[in-house]
């Protein structure tokens, strides 16, 4: 069935940016935000390499993977145009939309704590107009009518996700017909784009603090909990877990742009991994208190674990959005760590030799298939990392126990390849996938 779209011409794009302009003008949205970009390949313009420009924004999917990461329910759809739009008043700043949507189409302001994106000029269609940027396009480059609809769209600077976005491609194959020639010919030396060209990633452990610790101390939490199935509680290991759940609820909110709309994160437990993890990390937290302080009951206790141990699977299943090193579990894994702290904490050797052994082995596979630059991030943090793992490794083998100076240099340990863990999540968009199709 066709629908109504966008339809972009690679050959007759260049790259001019009136549609950006329009779309500034049309919604009132203030430089640096903007909800549609023109993104080049080969932005620098290395000689004899050829180069093409991609007018995009919000495609407006039929599967729009941004409505289905949303925990708080800010994306509907317009029945009537098709329009996926955001609503900034149920919008509490989470920015998981961000990372889930391979367009880039949601974009964070951090002047309003909340996420903005490209409408479709939804007003303007109900009147009968086309979009502001497709009327402004003065080489008609961007045009919008009927298109029929397809899975997924191959094309330069396309995700192949099945998200069904309403675009047409024009001219799609011209990054195979472009000529690329030899620079050296010219007496320069020949360079790699990808060497010259770096894409900065939507994530980092510097922007993500709150989340680092969040579910750093989850982990702990989960691991440590566990521990009462085989030693009873201290009253000074219940006061120090419910300061941890308070310091892990605290953090959470901390990650908001709008920290007052956190009610709102339990809103999509049907589609949203966020929302279940929300909703798991009360579940978890409430009925392990109320196992430590008020029912001492083993079905309490098994019930509070079991919710630990599937908050733990959520938070893991959150970062399923971005893209992956390899298809082999990351060493920082939540659940790898929360067995780690288990059998530390109860001085069992064996299991701990096997989960620290596993997680040395997962951390060398994922540093030697990076291509990261070589600095501080790759040379200093992977020697502390590991060190301060082999060291209590080594004790435990040959006395045969960890001592509170190794469970020390463990969770430290375990907090950097938290934190590596962050830094080595890229989230898919069209710059990334057209430096990717550039070389």
């Given at each position: 069935?066709?629908?109504?779209?966008?339809?972009?011409?690679?050959?007759?794009?260049?790259?001019?940016?009136?549609?950006m302009v329009a779309c500034h003008n049309e919604n009132g949205v203030e430089p640096p935000m903007a909800w549609r970009q023109?993104?080049?390949?080969?932005?620098?313009?290395?000689p004899l390499s050829g180069f093409i420009n991609l007018s995009i924004a919000c495609n407006h999917c039929e599967n729009p993977?941004?409505?289905?990461?949303?925990?708080?329910?800010?994306?509907?759809?317009?029945?009537?145009?098709?329009?996926?739009?955001?609503?900034?008043?149920?919008?509490?700043?989470?920015?998981?939309?961000?990372?889930?949507?391979?367009?880039?189409?949601?974009?964070?302001?951090?002047?309003?704590?909340?996420?903005?994106?490209?409408?479709?000029?939804?007003?303007?269609?109900?009147?009968?107009?086309?979009?502001?940027?497709?009327?402004?396009?003065?080489?008609?480059?961007?045009?919008?009518?009927?298109?029929?609809?397809?899975?997924?769209?191959?094309?330069?600077?396309?995700?192949?996700?099945?998200?069904?976005?309403?675009?047409?491609?024009?001219?799609?194959?011209?990054?195979?017909?472009?000529?690329?020639?030899?620079?050296?010919?010219?007496?320069?030396?020949?360079?790699?784009?990808?060497?010259?060209?770096?894409?900065?990633?939507?994530?980092?452990?510097?922007?993500?603090?709150?989340?680092?610790?969040?579910?750093?101390?989850?982990?702990?939490?989960?691991?440590?909990?566990?521990?009462?199935?085989?030693?009873?509680?201290?009253?000074?290991?219940?006061?120090?877990?419910?300061?941890?759940?308070?310091?892990?609820?605290?953090?959470?909110?901390?990650?908001?742009?709008?920290?007052?709309?956190?009610?709102?994160?339990?809103?999509?437990?049907?589609?949203?991994?966020?929302?279940?993890?929300?909703?798991?990390?009360?579940?978890?937290?409430?009925?392990?208190?109320?196992?430590?302080?008020?029912?001492?009951?083993?079905?309490?206790?098994?019930?509070?674990?079991?919710?630990?141990?599937?908050?733990?699977?959520?938070?893991?299943?959150?970062?399923?959005?971005?893209?992956?090193?390899?298809?082999?579990?990351?060493?920082?894994?939540?659940?790898?760590?929360?067995?780690?702290?288990?059998?530390?904490?109860?001085?069992?050797?064996?299991?701990?030799?096997?989960?620290?052994?596993?997680?040395?082995?997962?951390?060398?596979?994922?540093?030697?298939?990076?291509?990261?630059?070589?600095?501080?991030?790759?040379?200093?943090?992977?020697?502390?990392?590991?060190?301060?793992?082999?060291?209590?490794?080594?004790?435990?083998?040959?006395?045969?126990?960890?001592?509170?100076?190794?469970?020390?240099?463990?969770?430290?340990?375990?907090?950097?390849?938290?934190?590596?863990?962050?830094?080595?999540?890229?989230?898919?968009?069209?710059?990334?996938?057209?430096?990717?199709?550039?070389?």
């Amino acid at each position: 069935m066709a629908v109504k779209g966008f339809i972009f011409d690679y050959v007759k794009c260049i790259g001019c940016h009136a549609c950006m302009v329009a779309c500034h003008n049309e919604n009132g949205v203030e430089p640096p935000m903007a909800w549609r970009q023109v993104q080049t390949a080969n932005k620098i313009k290395i000689p004899l390499s050829g180069f093409i420009n991609l007018s995009i924004a919000c495609n407006h999917c039929e599967n729009p993977v941004c409505l289905a990461a949303c925990p708080a329910k800010a994306y509907t759809i317009d029945t009537t145009t098709g329009a996926v739009i955001h609503h900034s008043d149920r919008c509490m700043g989470c920015r998981y939309c961000t990372w889930a949507c391979p367009f880039d189409a949601p974009k964070f302001n951090p002047l309003k704590g909340v996420v903005e994106k490209c409408s479709l000029c939804n007003n303007r269609l109900l009147e009968g107009l086309d979009p502001a940027c497709v009327e402004a396009c003065p080489v008609g480059a961007l045009s919008f009518g009927e298109i029929d609809v397809k899975e997924s769209v191959l094309a330069p600077g396309f995700s192949e996700k099945k998200l069904r976005p309403k675009v047409l491609p024009l001219n799609s194959t011209i990054l195979e017909k472009y000529p690329i020639q030899d620079i050296s010919a010219t007496g320069f030396e020949q360079h790699n784009d990808k060497e010259i060209i770096s894409v900065k990633s939507k994530i980092s452990a510097k922007n993500e603090i709150p989340l680092v610790f969040f579910t750093f101390i989850l982990a702990i939490s989960v691991g440590w909990f566990g521990t009462t199935l085989f030693e009873k509680a201290t009253l000074t290991f219940k006061y120090i877990f419910v300061l941890l759940g308070f310091m892990a609820f605290v953090a959470s909110t901390f990650h908001l742009g709008k920290p007052f709309r956190a009610y709102r994160s339990i809103l999509n437990i049907k589609k949203s991994w966020l929302s279940r993890e929300i909703l798991l990390f009360g579940i978890f937290e409430v009925s392990s208190i109320l196992y430590l302080f008020v029912l001492n009951e083993i079905w309490l206790q098994t019930f509070a674990l079991l919710s630990g141990l599937f908050l733990l699977f959520a938070v893991d299943m959150i970062y399923s959005v971005t893209l992956k090193i390899s298809n082999i579990p990351h060493s920082s894994s939540t659940l790898l760590t929360a067995i780690l702290v288990f059998s530390m904490l109860l001085n069992y050797i064996d299991l701990f030799l096997i989960i620290a052994s596993a997680k040395l082995m997962l951390y060398f596979i994922r540093y030697f298939k990076s291509n990261k630059q070589i600095g501080f991030k790759f040379i200093v943090l992977p020697f502390m990392r590991t060190l301060l793992l082999l060291l209590p490794l080594a004790s435990a083998i040959v006395l045969r126990e960890i001592k509170l100076s190794g469970i020390i240099m463990i969770l430290t340990a375990e907090l950097i390849d938290r934190i590596e863990f962050y830094n080595d999540l890229v989230v898919e968009t069209p710059e990334t996938i057209l430096n990717q199709n550039k070389v």
